[in-house]
């Protein structure tokens, strides 16, 4: 039995290795009805224009996500939490990590693709200034889900700045 968890833990978040892909896709195959072959990881790990995170717990991966990066813009094309981290933090600390990534490298603007049923997941985005702008009927081959296109724009700009300093300091 796993012990008790704090309300929100204070989980690390470093950069991907070929040594978390085991772990990164046990995550993947708990959380999502299709998941990528870890040969695709690799591919993404070696490639300039991406950034793939990890999220630690007493040296444990429980969590990830990736983006790729094209100029000023960020695209997230994944991030899931092992199921009995979830609702700790964990994917909050991930997006931001993702996010601080995105300006370092020049970013203004992201965009990514949720699962319409995903509330949980929307609702993060949400509170990071995603709004929805376009939904792409039965997106997802797997389900048959539709899938809602979610933007962030002006990321560089010193009033989401001040606010993602915020959500740091409550992390």
Known sequence: ?????????????????????????????????????????????????????????????????????????????????????RRHGVGKALLIGLIREALRRGGSRLTLEVREGNAVARTLYEQFGFAAVAYLPRYYVDTGEDAVVMWVTGIDSPEYLSQLQEAESKR
């Open 1 to 85: 039995m796993m012990p008790e968890l704090p309300a929100k833990l204070n989980a690390a978040i470093e950069p991907m290795t070929l040594d978390d892909l085991d772990a990164v896709t046990t995550i993947e195959r708990a959380s999502f009805p299709t998941v990528w072959h870890p040969s695709a990881y690799l591919g993404e790990l070696q490639s300039g224009n991406t950034c793939y995170l990890v999220a630690r717990w007493e040296s444990e991966v429980i969590g990830f996500a990736g983006m790729w990066l094209l100029f000023e813009e960020g695209h997230i094309t994944t991030l899931a939490v092992k199921p009995e981290y």
